[in-house]
């Protein structure tokens, strides 16, 4: 196709086909292609009426987002959308797949809309830190009324055509192919007489019923759900100008505010989010055609917390599993915590009752081994001991069929030990869930030495059939995140044993933007669970020899201070209280145990908490990422927003460094090797680092060698 937007006219009606694969965005030449067809159409004396479809699998999904970022091309959207609404004819939006975004901001601007039976629309430019510009702040509270669209364009949400049949936002909902239908629709209603009608004279309905405090809820609500975000609360201003101001100022408003957006770093690394999400799947050597092998039944090896919850992966997504656990009474209540998990999903109105059933059914559960014997992919989930687990493949090996998959759930071993217990270890890979399974998006895919290049584009694509984002990861110690998590917790560790108080550092990082702060992750994950590792690494010499490494921790979890489960850890739990209280028994305890140590105490300030806490975590990518542990920094960006919660509007931890500035990052570790003392080396920069800095290159294209 050298045009991406064609115009024929059959029985004077024109019809105006987009087609630009994949999803028919509204780059320059789609904008173009618009802009002339419809001009062509609306002053053809001959014509009586438009359809405007589109070709493929979808209506148009938005504006050119790869297009954000760069110098305006000509048309602007707006020009097209003028022409559209201003054609003295009737214009027909025929939508079927999404109409996303801009796409949906075109078919408001059509005089009228209908749609295929499961076509979706929706506003999702919140999600690229974005609002709705090119009028859709203002046209859809016109038709849909102003909760629904507030609603609609602060979640992003995409919304069933079918939900507004036979409102003015959907007229009509129609059968067989939406192109040819929309042109018999147009034909018939031109007959009885249908004119064009602009949306922008419309009234908002029941903008007089508002509350008063409609907006300020809504901004309240923002402020708490939707921490630190600074798009939502200018759409929230544009919904109010649509209730408030003449169209055409509202329009102005959505305008300037759109700028700012687009604009904002926010926007930038959400966009960059967007893109980094769908590269995961991209790998080098692999081309997209390799085969994959059909994954049908899976078993899961170990009926505890990350096994049950990874069994409930497979069936959401409606796979059979065997869930296996050799002993009777483990297994009946791996069985029973998932029937609970399912069940207050339903009293929640999160599933049906008929969904948990037809789950549950999914789920079979076994004693032996042999239960295996079937399954396109087995997962091994039990406790982290090499020993146990090298035997577990052993007997995969022997037992299962010559071409199922054998994956760990290994958050900390080597993967190639592993697969070195089976005789064919190209069938072996990790699939690292993260807590709890059936909820955490991120799915680390760790690539063995000899994992075969199909079993690793069959675990890609399964990363997708389960709702996952698979990112690959080579063979290291805690693979890319956990890895990176590292520095995070030393420095948190020793900065508590320097003077800074717990609520402190928790409060830095809660206020960049994570859920909670490394404290208070600590409280939640079990700090016994933290010494365990910690004495296992040690006692194997993986640990530096600095008294001071995991020292306030390793003394909480002798004490049983374990965290929330026993209602003490850094901080104190009230009963049934999930809130920290601040603890005079800790502060005395890390005051003590400095002393012991020899460590001075001082004031530490929030830039120091977040450099220190983030700065090494940075680092360790970068380490990462020259090792070729990662393919590339925004893998790892994918890995921290999904896995640990980075906020994705800083769009990863790579890409808020570069954000801040490579040379930067370099001259505080620098800074803090020389004030600090850098012993154990945990301030040294890491080459790649150095070399970006030195090349003046940019992170974002840095491929490993
Ligand atoms: C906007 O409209 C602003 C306006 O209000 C104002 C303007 C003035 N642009 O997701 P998939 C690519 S903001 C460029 O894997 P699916 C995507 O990168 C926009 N490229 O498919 C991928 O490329 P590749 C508001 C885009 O079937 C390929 O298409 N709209 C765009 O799972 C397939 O994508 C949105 O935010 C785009 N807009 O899902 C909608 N969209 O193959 C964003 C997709 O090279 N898009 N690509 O990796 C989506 O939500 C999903 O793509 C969609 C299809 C649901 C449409």
């Known amino acids: 196709m050298t045009h991406p937007v064609d115009l024929q006219t059959r029985d004077a009606i024109a019809v105006i086909t ?3 694969p994949p999803v028919n965005a509204l780059s320059q030449p789609v904008r173009a292609g618009l802009l002339a067809c419809v001009r062509q159409a609306a002053a053809d004396a001959e014509v009586r ?11 148009i999904a938005g504006a050119d987002i790869s297009e954000f970022g760069k110098p305006p091309a000509e048309p602007a959207l707006t020009e097209v959308l003028e022409a559209i609404e201003q054609a003295d004819k009737p214009v027909v939006a025929a939508i079927h797949g999404t109409a996303l975004g801009g ?14 039976s499961d076509a979706r629309i929706g506003l999702p430019e919140v999600k690229l830190g974005l609002l709705p510009g090119a009028g859709g702040t203002q046209r859809l509270p016109r038709v849909i009324g102003v909760p629904a669209a507030l609603e609609a364009m602060l979640t992003g949400r995409m919304l069933a055509a079918a939900e507004f049949a036979g409102t003015p936002a959907i007229e009509a909902i129609l059968e067989g192919d939406i192109g040819e239908a929309a042109v018999e629709w147009l034909a018939r209603a031109l007959d009885a007489g249908l004119a064009p009608r602009r949306l922008r004279d419309l009234p908002v309905p029941g903008a007089k019923d508002l509350p008063p405090d409609f907006f300020d809820t809504a901004r309240k609500r923002v402020a708490r759900d939707m921490r630190g975000q600074f798009a939502p609360r200018q759409i929230i201003a544009c919904i109010e100008a649509a209730v408030t101001l003449p169209f055409d100022e509202g329009l102005k408003v959505e305008r300037d505010r759109f700028i700012e957006c687009m604009d904002s770093p926010q926007s930038a690394g959400l966009r960059h989010m967007f893109f980094a999400e769908r590269q995961t799947a991209k790998i080098p050597d692999i081309a997209a055609e390799t085969p994959t092998r059909p994954i049908r039944a899976v078993a899961v090896i170990g009926a505890g917390t990350m096994g049950g919850g990874i069994a409930m992966c497979f069936a959401n997504a409606g796979l059979a599993v065997t869930l296996i656990d050799t002993g009777e009474e483990a297994l009946q209540r791996g069985l029973e915590t998932i029937r609970g998990n399912y069940q207050r999903s339903a009293a929640k109105g999160r599933l049906s009752e008929q969904d948990v059933t037809t789950r549950m059914g999914l789920i079979r559960g076994a004693t032996q081994m042999t239960g295996a014997a079937q399954a396109d992919l087995v997962i091994e989930a039990v406790f982290e001991d090499m020993a146990l687990k090298q035997k577990i493949f052993r007997e995969l090996g022997e037992l299962c069929r010559g071409d199922a998959i054998l994956a760990t759930n290994t958050s900390t071993l080597d993967v190639d030990e592993i697969a070195a217990a089976t005789v064919d270890p190209s069938r072996v890979l990790g699939l690292h869930f993260f807590s709890p399974a059936n909820v955490m998006r991120l799915l680390e895919i760790v690539r063995g030495r000899d994992t075969g290049p199909d079993v690793l584009a069959t675990c890609l694509r399964l990363a997708k059939t389960i709702s996952k984002i698979g990112v690959v990861s080579g063979v290291c110690y805690g693979f890319i995140g956990n890895r990176m998590l590292e520095g995070y917790g030393r420095e948190a ?4 044993l320097e003077g800074a108080a717990p609520e402190d550092i928790d409060r830095v990082i809660f206020e960049f933007g ?16 933290g010494a365990r590792v910690r004495a296992q690494r040690r006692a194997a010499g993986r640990l530096p020899a600095d008294p001071r490494y995991g020292a306030v921790h390793d003394r909480l979890a002798a004490l049983g201070r374990h965290g929330q489960k026993t209602g003490k850890g850094i901080y104190a739990y009230a009963p049934g209280n999930r809130q920290p209280q601040t603890d005079p028994e800790v502060t005395a305890l890390i005051t003590e145990l400095a002393a012991d140590l020899g460590v001075a105490r001082r004031r530490i300030d929030d830039r120091e908490i977040l450099e220190r806490c983030l700065y090494p975590l940075v680092n360790e990518g970068l380490r990462i990422l020259e090792e070729g542990i990662a393919l590339r920094a925004s893998d790892i960006d994918v890995v921290w927003v999904y896995g640990y919660g980075f906020p994705a509007w800083r769009g990863g931890p790579m890409h808020w460094a570069e954000h801040v500035g490579l040379e930067k990052i370099l001259d505080a570790l620098r800074h803090y090797a020389k004030t600090l003392g850098n012993d154990y080396g945990y301030w040294t920069p890491a080459p790649l680092l150095e070399r970006l800095v030195a090349d003046n290159t940019r992170l974002a294209d840095y491929r490993p060698g």
């Open 18 to 20: 987009v087609d630009s």
């Open 49 to 59: 009426g438009i359809v405007l479809r589109c070709a493929g699998r979808t209506f």
């Open 103 to 116: 796409g949906l901001e075109v078919a408001l601007c059509c005089s009228h809309r209908v749609a295929a």
């Open 493 to 496: 560790g020793l900065m508590l």
């Open 514 to 529: 994570l859920p909670m702060g490394p404290l208070a992750m600590g409280d939640l994950a079990g700090n016994d669970v």
